[in-house]
């Protein structure tokens, strides 16, 4: 805001004074006199105090006691200097040499005063032309002052702006709640428009579906008028053949008249010929031939007249050939288009029926999911934990990422037992007994080591790196317990191997969704074969293997294409949907081109021994093909409880025809838990227990179903070599 007040500050001002001023006029704006106060400008809580104006004598800057008036021909002045010399006269030529002189000194002064107070001014503030108008109102002033004949004009004229001004802005600080009414207004008006818009996307949506529907309606129409058109112009075609053998039968019949009455006309003329050339012969006999031939005119017009009659419709044998080939025609065709439609009516009688069933089923297992949606329980909100795991919403968000129901308890719990086992400081001792497992036979007190996921995935991985170094020396498998505490004990010492052995127990058996510690503490506690951690890393070596061959550049990248066949000669045996579940996980949060898959990053794993989703995919179909695989066997085997030697290895010879007399050994010694040696003193073993056993170890099919080899060979052309 601006305000003006006054306050004595003395600063000479260039002024001229002619009269005294006049009184102000009435209705004029109360403002300081100039002769006794300054102007201040008031922003804020800023102050600008203008100079005082003083009063100078008449005689100072005029000439003879009146004011210069040389702004009046200055101009004047400007255009007798654009002239030529050569067309000035000598009298023109003497007053432009008069009118040579310099700017009035009071003017120099008025434009110096002006220039000083606007270059002192703050033109960066908001009321900046506030600011500049007051100088120009301070010397309008000071030229009032100086014109004392016109000072009441001119005072009256700059009181009628300032009024002018003060009513506007009066009228500008009035209108700014209405500028505030006006947006508040234009924003309830665009959430009426955007509710309203909403309310018709239903209606618009409808009438779109009506446009579809009747566009669908005329798209039917017009093509049934099509049919029909085809329709009209066959008959036209048939009735223009039809009228066209109609003329010609017509044009046929005049002729055959016409010949009729030609022949009449010529027996006439024969028989008037005769007569005359036999009217010297007998009368009676004349009229008897007469008789005669009228008998046969009578008798061949009967004839005519049954021959119009029998063959008056008859066709020309040509035509009807014809005819009847087309007809022939025609009529294999509509048995065939018959069977077609009979087929189609077959098969949407079927799709009906099928449509019907499904309808039942929808309707059924609608009825079960509400049934369900009443009586179960609803879904957790596992957002809620994000707020209660250490590592905040990321770390949930990576825990929870493509994970179960199931698999976040599981998760949960992990995170629960972590921190109960971080604040153990010793475990109790299991005792000595000959059910402890060998490394947890201490009794006492055991230090908690406090290790985390990573500490214990390295141990794991060393002992791994140790063991199958140590059986490649010893040339058999050794047992995995006695050498997880035979290598702690070495690396450790006998005083606190068991300190590991528990705090490494304790972990691996929390952890259950970590890989590598879930599978060692499976095959630590027996419940899993140690053949299946070799087998699965002597896949992926396999793979790593094929897929570094196929990459003749070294790169570490390859092709889709590359990738794909690199992954059918790894995997003969998978089928083309395996395979693109491959391709699909080996591009999840690909960084590469489309075409380019980064098969080296694959088998990388993080610091937790966690590998990623294609790992995980291919031990994924591992396990659901191992236990397709045996659920073959069990039904090969039948409903026989219990199974013998060569009743297994008959089964496995059935559903793997090419198994290799060496894998069917290890097979059968993995299900019986004895050597081959020992075979003849085994007897029968439940069914039940011989899955189990081949489920916890490495087995896997060797070749494909027989089935699938002759689907295989009969694409390719070969299908005639099996009966």
């Keep these: 805001m601006v305000t003006v007040s006054t306050t004595p500050a003395p600063r000479a001002r260039p002024a001229m004074a002619l009269a005294p001023a ?7 704006p109360n403002l300081p006199s100039p002769e006794t106060s300054n102007y201040q400008i008031r922003t804020g809580s800023l102050k600008h105090i203008l100079p005082k104006k003083c009063k100078t004598l008449a005689s100072q800057f005029s000439v003879g006691g009146r004011l210069s008036t040389w702004p009046a021909y200055a101009s004047g002045q400007a255009i007798l200097q654009s002239r030529k010399p050569c ?17 009035p000194r009071y003017l120099e002064e008025l434009e110096c005063y002006l220039r000083k107070e606007l270059q002192s001014l703050d033109l960066t503030k908001e009321n900046a032309q506030e600011l500049k108008l007051q100088p120009y109102r301070e010397i309008f002033e000071f030229f009032i002052e100086d014109f004392k004949t016109y000072k009441p004009l001119l005072s009256a004229i700059k009181n009628e702006y300032e009024v002018t001004l003060a009513h506007l802005r009066e009228k500008i600080r009035s209108l700014e709640p209405l500028k505030a009414m006006l947006v508040s207004v234009s924003d309830e008006c665009t959430r009426q ?13 409808m009438l779109k579906k009506e446009k579809l529907y009747l566009l669908k309606l005329i798209d039917k129409m017009k093509e049934e008028k099509g049919s029909l058109q085809t329709q009209v112009n066959k008959l036209r075609k048939n009735v223009a053949k ?16 016409a010949d009729l009455n030609e022949m009449r006309n010529q027996q006439l003329e024969m028989s008037l010929r005769q007569v005359q050339e036999v009217k010297g012969e007998d ?12 008998q046969d005119l009578t008798k061949a017009q009967v004839e005519l007249n049954t021959m119009k009659a029998d063959y008056g419709d008859v066709v020309p044998r040509r035509d009807f050939e014809s005819q009847e080939k087309k007809y022939s025609d025609l ?20 799709l009906l029926e099928i449509h019907q069933e499904t309808v039942e089923e929808r309707d059924q297992f609608y009825n079960e999911l509400q049934q369900v949606q009443r009586s179960s329980t609803p879904r957790p909100d596992w957002a809620k934990c994000a707020e209660v795991i250490s590592g905040g919403p990321e770390r949930w968000s990576y825990l929870e990422e493509g994970k179960t129901s199931d698999q976040l308890v599981d998760v949960l719990l992990e995170e629960i037992g972590t921190g109960v086992l971080k604040e153990k400081d010793s475990f109790p001792g299991l005792g000595k007994g000959d059910k402890v497992p060998v490394y947890l036979r201490y009794e006492g007190q055991v230090k908690n080591k406090k290790l985390n996921k990573k500490d214990v995935v390295n141990i794991l991985k060393e002992i791994w790196k140790e063991k199958v170094s140590a059986d490649l020396q010893k040339g058999k498998q050794s ?12 690396k450790y010492g006998d005083s606190s191997a068991f300190e590991w052995a528990y705090t490494i127990y304790e972990n691996i058996k929390l952890y259950r969704s970590n890989e590598a510690m879930s599978l060692f503490y499976d095959i630590l506690s027996g419940k899993v074969d140690e053949g299946l951690y070799h087998g699965q890393n002597q896949l992926i070596a396999n793979l790593l293997k094929e897929l570094m061959a196929s990459d003749s550049s070294n790169s570490g990248t390859l092709m889709t294409e590359q990738f794909s066949l690199a992954l059918r000669a790894a995997f003969p045996l998978k089928s083309n949907d395996q395979i693109q579940e491959l391709i699909d996980a080996s591009r999840y949060r690909a960084e590469s081109p489309e075409d380019l898959i980064d098969y080296r990053s694959l088998f990388m794993e993080d610091e937790e021994g966690n590998a990623g989703p294609f790992i995980a995919k291919i031990r994924s179909q591992y396990a659901s093909e191992k236990q397709e695989y045996l659920r073959e066997l069990r039904n090969e085997l039948g409903h026989a409880p219990e199974v013998e030697v060569d009743n297994l290895k008959t089964a496995f010879c059935a559903i793997d025809p090419a198994i290799d007399d060496l894998t069917l050994d290890a097979y059968v010694c993995l299900a019986f838990q004895a050597s081959k040696e020992q075979w003849d003193q085994t007897g029968s073993l439940a069914v039940d227990t011989v899955v189990e056993r081949l489920l916890a ?12 080899i002759y689907t295989s060979l009969s694409e390719r052309g070969e299908g005639g070599a099996y009966p």
Excluded: H, W
């Design 283 to 294: 009368l009676v006999k004349v009229t008897l031939a007469l008789k005669i031939a009228r």
């Design 87 to 103: 067309c000035l006269s000598e009298g023109r030529s003497k007053k432009q040499a008069s009118l040579t002189i310099a700017k």
């Design 479 to 490: 047992s995995l317990p006695e050498f997880f505490l035979s290598y702690l004990q070495k």
């Design 193 to 205: 428009i955007v509710a309203l818009q909403e309310e018709e996307k239903a209606e618009i949506t």
């Design 697 to 708: 170890g490495d087995t896997k099919r060797i070749s494909a179903r027989p089935e699938e």
């Design 331 to 350: 009529f294999e065709k509509m048995e065939v288009l018959q069977k077609d439609f009979d087929d189609l009516q077959k098969e949407y009688d079927t």
């Design 242 to 257: 039809e009228y066209m053998r109609y003329i010609n039968e017509c044009d046929a019949r005049k002729l055959l008249l």
């Design 22 to 28: 006049p009184a102000p006029s009435p209705g004029a």
